[in-house]
Nanobody
Framework: QVQLVESGGGLVQAGGSLRLSCAAS??????MGWYRQAPGKQRELVAR???????NYADSVKGRFTISRDNAENTVYLQMNNLKPEDTAVYYC?????????WGQGTQVTVSS
């Protein structure tokens, strides 16, 4: 059973920073990423990274968030700077392995104004 376990969420003031981590119980993910879901909204892509290091970001986070991964540790990170109240959401780790999407349980990020 492949598991993704997130950590690093919390409460922060606007302009602050948080770093999310996601540890996978297996290797071999072609793409890993972060999605978020705010109350009453659909889940949306925040950022993703391939095993080769190619990244893409949602327009709303470009220049503020950075995704990275450690393939040796099967871990993906999301460094979030200059956080805004509209970044408040549950953040989910995602991994694609052999055409199967795996999801973490989610971690809450709350940004106060």
């Amino acid at each position: 059973q492949v598991q993704l376990v997130e950590s690093g969420g919390g409460l922060v003031q606007a302009g602050g920073s948080l770093r999310l981590s996601c540890a996978a119980s297996a290797s071999g993910f072609s793409t890993m990423g972060w999605y978020r879901q705010a109350p009453g909204k659909q889940r949306e892509l925040v950022a993703r990274i391939t095993s080769g290091g190619t990244t893409n970001y949602a327009d709303s986070v470009k220049g503020r968030f950075t995704i990275s991964r450690d393939n040796a540790e099967n871990t993906v990170y999301l460094q979030m700077n200059n956080l805004k109240p509209e970044d408040t959401a549950v953040y989910y780790c995602n991994g694609l392995k052999l055409w199967i999407n795996y999801w973490g349980q989610g971690t809450q990020v709350t940004v106060s104004s």
